[in-house]
């Protein structure tokens, strides 16, 4: 931890030589705040309460920020090194916060403020930061798709997560072994896990089926094709938009989850409270793409998809808890947006069974009260495994990053 305290220290001075860098190029105003910010941190990091509001709020947002704006200007100065210069920021953008996690997020005793300083890390540090200006690529190539598709900030959440959790004490359960050695219930998750990945296609496919016979089988697949995507420009970026998804946004209901279930520690409804508090705060983030740019949807639309979103996030809360495994909702949740990103202009002329706006409002109860009644289901047929889950997803472990 010492060893920490000290590249944390040792990243403030080097943050403030790259701020000078920066204002000598760009000069605005926010450059000036951020330097004013990286000298106030080092003056007052004496005083611990003063020293750690400004590190857990300001500086993660600063060093993030700063990452790609130096990056910026390294493209801008040597464009021919552009796809060089890309991988340098990514990995830079992905270990940048390691250190003020550890140590200053670390610190945070009390669990609603660790949820609290979560939700600030990920929904309005990382995931609002702005996209590396990219120079002589193709623009409708991998590192372009890649770029925009914001996969850098999702696996900088996942790395966010796993540290945050670390330092804690808590347990990092991206494969706990729940099923090791017992075949009936390994295949009762297999056959779980098929299941939510039939209800993805079912859902995809019953928005745009004419008869009934297309909403549970006879899909057409020719429907779906991500080389002629009606929201997204080409195959790259419904891959990357997808993964992105299933990575940043599971993770982020994982460290939900965890808070939550220490939240709700001594109450009755622990289990209930927490998968519902997940899900909340999993489709609350989704009303934003109603003022996105490339995938922006209508007022309406984004009320539907935020309903939609709850009842996934019910499932993935409660697969999670008892699986014990982080990984299944994640390729469930990226299976589902490839579907849902590679349907093409065919699809979107809102006729069938479920056409209109009553329709998709009928198509978006009947989502929302399979997803809901798959997790009642897992949470009340898996009663102890998930109990037993519980305990070790919120039991607290000394660690080489847990700070006493």
């Known amino acids: 931890m010492d ?7 040792a990243q403030l001075y080097l943050n403030i030589l790259m701020a000078v860098i920066i204002l ?5 105003v926010k450059d000036w ?11 007052v990091s004496k005083n611990k309460r003063i020293s750690q509001l400004i590190n857990t709020v300001l500086i993660p947002m600063v060093f993030i ?6 990056s910026d200007i390294l493209i801008q100065h040597f464009s021919q090194l552009t796809l060089l210069i890309f991988w340098i920021y990514a990995v830079g953008a992905i270990i940048v916060l390691i250190p003020v996690t550890i140590v200053e997020y670390g610190k945070i005793k009390k669990p609603i403020w660790r949820l609290i300083a979560s939700v600030w890390m990920i929904n309005f540090v990382i995931m609002f930061c702005y996209l590396l200006t990219l120079k002589n690529v193709n623009p409708d190539g991998f590192l372009v798709s890649l770029n925009k598709s914001g996969l850098v900030y999702a696996l900088a959440i996942l790395v966010y997560v796993y540290f945050a959790v670390k330092s804690w004490g808590y347990e990092f359960c991206f494969n706990l072994p729940t099923f090791k050695g017992k075949k009936m219930q390994l295949l009762s998750f297999i056959l779980i896990f098929g299941i939510a990945i039939w209800i993805s296609f079912f859902k995809v496919f019953s928005e745009f089926a004419q008869r009934w016979q297309e909403l549970f089988w006879n899909w057409d697949f020719s429907l779906l094709n991500p080389t002629e995507s009606a929201l997204l420009k080409n195959a790259w970026s419904v891959f990357l938009y997808s993964i992105e998804a299933g990575i940043g946004e599971e993770a982020t209901r994982y460290i939900n ?24 705060l999993f489709a609350l983030p989704h009303i934003g793409n109603a003022f996105a740019s490339e995938l922006k949807q209508t007022p309406l639309a984004t009320a539907f998809q935020v309903i939609d979103t709850f009842g996934f996030g019910c499932f993935a809360a409660a697969l999670i808890l008892y699986s014990g495994k982080l990984w299944p909702t994640m390729v469930i949740h990226a299976l ?9 202009p065919l699809t979107q002329d809102s006729v069938g069974i479920f056409g209109g706006n009553t329709g998709q409002f009928i198509h978006v109860i009947i989502s929302l009260v399979l997803w809901v009644s798959f997790a009642a289901f897992l949470l009340i047929k898996n009663r102890k495994l998930v109990k037993q889950n519980v305990q070790i997803l919120t039991r607290v472990q000394k660690t080489d990053l847990t700070i006493s």
Do not use: E
């Open 336 to 344: 589902y947006d490839i579907l849902a990103f590679s349907k093409t």
């Open 3 to 9: 060893k920490m305290k000290r590249v944390f220290q």
């Open 65 to 70: 920020d700063q990452v790609r704006n130096l």
């Open 24 to 28: 000598i190029n760009y000069r605005t």
């Open 33 to 43: 705040i951020y330097l004013g910010i990286l000298a106030v941190a080092v003056v």
């Open 257 to 280: 989850l965890v808070l939550l279930l220490v939240i709700f520690k001594n109450k009755k409804w622990q289990i209930n409270g927490a998968v519902l508090g997940s899900a909340i």
